[in-house]
């Protein structure tokens, strides 16, 4: 009964922006994933809906930012200077954990995944 949709995908060019949203019907920890065609699908970005502790992938560090609402229930990936490494189907996630795991299995529920593309 806990449902994520993602959403705010979609085609830029490398150095645009785009910020992810995910609206989520619970409160838990929030993680965000990604997997690019023939690749397995890696960690990006978490943070801890209780405590607003947050970690990030390397990869993203200084680019990205996770935040979320809690009014609103929504959990945000803003991306910045997107590359086209970035390309990939970027996933919400929520699990009960209460620190922002780069595992996947961690993670309980998930999202259908919305599409970013990143032109060279």
């Known amino acids: 009964q806990v449902r994520l949709v993602e959403s705010g995908g979609g085609l830029v060019q490398a150095g645009d922006f785009l910020r992810l949203s995910c609206a989520v019907s619970?409160?838990?920890?929030m993680g965000w994933f990604r997997q690019a065609p023939g690749k397995e699908r890696e960690f990006v970005a978490a943070i801890s809906w209780s405590t607003g502790r947050t970690s990030y992938a390397d990869s993203v560090k200084g680019r990205f930012t996770i935040s979320r609402d809690n009014a609103e229930n929504t959990v945000y990936l803003q991306m910045n200077s997107l590359k086209p490494e970035d390309t990939a189907v970027y996933y919400c996630a929520a699990g009960d954990s209460y620190s922002p795991s780069w595992n996947p299995g961690m993670y309980e529920y998930w999202g259908q995944g919305t599409q970013v593309t990143v032109s060279s």
């Open positions: 619970g409160r838990y920890t």
